[in-house]
């Protein structure tokens, strides 16, 4: 069982290596990168490249540990020992199964993703690590352990807002998604927009990493939203001489809303332009 990237996703060499050093050492695989670099994606390409279901597990700001295990519903219960339902005899009817649950049980290996971990509370992972490293947990109210039959493959993504705990991470391996070079990003152009000219893209390119390389920039833009810059230009039929064009006073390029998320970065441009007219007066 071996990932080698898959037709819609560019794998780097040092990417798919991690990957598949995951596997083998049937350890976590935790994904750094900056935002848009393709980290969840990853998860879903490699269950698509090995065959196997993918199981996702969406971290937010709220989320406990717990939920990833399993909930137990005790307002669902009450209110049904008021209504006289008798499924209230069996407990096991108001444990509601979390995705570590669902993966430890599946009937074939999945791909676990718990995606953004570093959005949860600073505890959060430190609350999964025996589950994580034993592949097992209680449920306290049936009395049962849920085991895994097979260790899933897990991937884990974060955005580095927050330091995670050294336990955890001696837990897992390691790997930082590089920001793609030039090279790279043209593989990745050639995957979404098949035929697409080579021209107009050597230029969309160039501003995108010129855009990129700006001082006092709040927020680069990503590989994500260079694809959408892309399925706008060609949407909007904007050839590559219109972003040749080097007019001062057009320091923005054509679309910005797709490059361009806050309006400090856009005021930054603004700056920028009329710097330019002053200086060409």
Request: glycine share 4%; net charge negative.
């Amino acid at each position: 069982m071996r990932f080698e990237g898959t037709a819609d996703y560019v794998a780097t060499d040092d990417l798919t290596t991690a990957v598949n050093a995951a596997i083998v050492l049937e350890r976590p695989l935790l994904v750094k990168g900056e935002p848009g670099t393709g980290k969840t994606v990853l998860a879903r390409e490699i269950a698509s490249a090995i065959g196997a279901p993918i199981i996702e597990w969406h971290i937010k700001s709220t989320t406990k540990a717990q939920q990833g295990l399993y909930e137990y519903d005790a307002v669902a219960r009450l209110r049904d020992s008021q209504l006289g339902d008798k499924r209230v005899h069996d407990i096991a009817n108001y444990i509601r199964r979390g995705k570590l649950w669902e993966a430890f049980t599946a009937p074939e290996r999945p791909v676990l993703l718990i995606d953004e971990i570093d959005k949860a509370d600073i505890e959060f992972p430190n609350d999964l690590l025996q589950e994580l490293d034993r592949m097992e947990f209680f449920v306290y109210e049936t009395g049962e352990t849920v085991k895994a039959q097979r260790r899933p493959i897990v991937i884990i993504t974060s955005n580095n807002e927050k330091e995670l705990p050294d336990a955890f991470l001696r837990r897992c391996f390691f790997h930082y998604i590089k920001f793609p070079d030039a090279e790279t990003m043209q593989a990745i152009v050639d995957v979404h927009f098949p035929g697409i000219k080579k021209r107009l893209v050597s230029e969309a390119l160039n501003i995108f990493f010129e855009l990129r390389d700006v001082p006092g920039l709040k927020k680069k833009p990503s590989t994500s939203e260079l694809l959408d810059w892309l399925k706008l230009l060609l949407n909007e039929d904007v050839d590559e001489a219109t972003l040749r064009e080097r007019d001062p006073r057009k320091v923005i390029p054509p679309l910005h809303g797709a490059l361009l998320k806050n309006e400090q970065d856009v005021m930054l441009f603004e700056r920028l332009a009329f710097m330019a007219r002053r200086e060409g007066r």
